[in-house]
């Protein structure tokens, strides 16, 4: 599977937006979404790239393992801290 394909699993398993994966990844929107949308694959230096792979990997397992994924509905800034949450436990 492609990184865009993993990512969009993990939308769809977890209930997670483009602006969620941006605050998990602590990526700008704009990245995010050309890495969902378009397919770019991580770039910028090497340690850069590994980071982010790593870090869908700790995604994916959280969405596994964790029962608090899928995200409920919840308000914009109550969605913000929920992440938060999950991803300061991951």
């Known amino acids: 599977m492609t990184f865009q394909d993993r990512l969009r699993r993990c939308m769809a398993k977890g209930n997670l937006t483009v602006a969620d994966l941006a605050r998990w990844f602590e990526r700008p929107h704009p990245t995010m979404r050309s ?25 994916e397992k959280a969405i596994a393992r964790n029962s608090k994924f899928p995200v409920p509905r919840l308000s914009p800034q109550k969605r913000i801290a929920y992440l938060k949450e999950l991803r300061g436990t991951v």
């Open 35 to 59: 890495w969902v949308e378009q397919g770019v694959e991580p770039g910028a230096g090497p340690l850069d790239a590994a980071m982010a792979w790593a870090t869908l990997d700790k995604l």
